[in-house]
Structure formats: C-alpha cells, structure tokens
DNA sequence: ACTTTTACTTGTACTATACAACTATATATA
DNA sequence: TATATATAGTTGTATAGTACAAGTAAAAGT
C-alpha cells in the first residue's frame, strides 16, 4: 500500500514535472537563446566529441531524420560545424564550433542558476541525493 | 564546488529524464492509449472536478486556445463532456464521462506498473524520500 | 444604450517529431 | 568486375502540441 503510494506519487509528480519544465522552455521565462533540443545537440557534442548524424539519432534514440534537421539548422547558425568523413563519402561528421562552446556555456550557466535558485532551500544532502536516485531512475530507462 | 556539481548533475540528469521520457511516449513501447497532453487533462479533471477552459488553461499554464483545441478533441472521443454554466453563457464546463475515468485508470495503470518496474530495486524509503523531494521541486517551480 | 471586458473558438504559424521516398556511396556476391 | 544490396543521409509530407492574433458572443461597466 504505502509502497504503491510512493510510485504514485513519484508518477505524479514526474509528469507534472515535465509539463512545468517544457511550459518553462517556451514561455517568456524562457531561459537562455538555444530550444531545448538545440540545447541538448550541443551539450552531446560538447561532452562526446564529434559525432555523425546516425549517431546522435541513436543517442536520443530520435529518428535519422530528425536529428538531421536539427544538425542542419545548427550548422546554419555555424553553432556546429560539419566536415565529411575521409574514408566514408556518405558521412558528414558534426562538431560543436566555439561560438556553440559559448552558447551552450551562457545557457548552461542560466539553467544552473535557475536550478540554485529553485533547490536554495535544500541541504548538501538532499541535492546529492537526488541527484543519485535521478541517475538511477534514467539508467533504468534504457531498455 | 561540491554542492555546484550535485546542481549540475540534477540539470543534466532532469533534461535527460524529460528527453527519455517524451522519447517513451512517441515511441512504439508507448504506454497507453492516451497522449500525454489528454492522459494529464483528465487527470485533472478526474482529481480536481468540472472545470471550464480558462481554468484548465491556468493550471497548466498554457494559452487557452491550447486546452480549448484539446478539450474539444477530448469531447470529441466522448472522453470529457460540455455543459454550459447556467450563469455564464460564454462558459463551458468540462468533466470527465465515465469513459473517460475508465481509460484514465486503465492508463495509469500501465503507467504505474512500468514505474514499478523501473524501480523495483529501490528501498521504500528511496521511493518515498525522492517522491518527496520531487514535490518540493515541483513547488519550486511556481514562479 | 453603448462601450469595454471576458471567455472562448478559429485561423495561422512554428517546433519537434516520424515515416516514406529518394540520392549517393559503400559493401557483398555472382 | 559488374551488378545487387545495404547504409548514411536528405528531403517531402504528415501529425501533435503549442502560441499569438483575429473573430464571436455574452457579460459587466458607465
């Protein structure tokens, strides 16, 4: 019983978690310059490395098409930068540019702070806590 | 610098989990028959009472034409049913039909159990603790 | 009675996504 | 080696979800 009434909860409030969170992304307190998924290509790039289109997809397990429009765009804003796989002429590698470093840094600082904001009131504790029980519960996620 | 990278870590893992997630519901393990945006408009419904389209429109902070396209929709499927306020000719009201409370429950249902299932390995006391540490985030975010 | 405000609907546009058709290149095989 | 098949990516088309702006009808204010 109790034990049910924990997934509730957590269901509950996951989910509203994702409306406020994405409600937030397009509203006028819109944090930052970068659409989320803008956002999320960048830092992917950042932490990873180059990348080439199937690879991406396969990280956001979106589809090839998808992500190819989005590195298009990018590559638009010269946030990322494509040069073509020598030993692969159908490959284009995608890399994040420096003026996509300094964009996803601006953004990322604001996302922080907005979270340091939010979570001021929590001990140490609690934020590396949940911090941990987060990571879990995405691992858990992959199939 | 200790605390900064619990906050950095719950920002990454948070956009991860929103990305998964939304990746879940388009996907073909998709839960459910409902889409997200009308599993959470019954939901509250079924939680909160009759409601009409301004209402609804401020608790989930989105623009009224959002939640008047996607209550229309919904009494579309026979999900919710209008009434007009007797005292107000401009109002509709919505609530949820009995079909619509059963295909809520069936849904919630196939939801809790995959969270079940995710978390099946985690204490109670895990559950509960990050079930509360989720509401308080969420409380954060009511700017 | 006339004007303004409110509640909602509808038209239009944009982002994010998937799937299908297509192009170009690479790999396998007869 | 020539042809067939597979792979990587792009582009066309469609849908959900959203916002903003214009329009309609009813209510409230003056």
Redesign the interface.
Known sequence: M???N??????Y????????????DN?E?KIGNLE?SA??LLRQLDEFGPARVKELAEA???DISTLSRQAASLENKKLISRSSDPSDGRVSLFDITPGGKQMLQTD?QM??ER??S??KE?S?E?????????????D??I?
């Open positions: 109790q034990e049910k924990s997934i509730e909860l957590i269901e409030e996951l989910t509203t978690f994702i409306r406020r969170a994405v409600y937030l509203s307190n989320r956002y999320l956001f397990k979106l990322k996302r922080l979270y340091h939010m979570l929590w140490n609690e934020k590396e806590l949940f911090g941990k029980l987060l990571m879990r519960l995405n858990a996620f199939d």
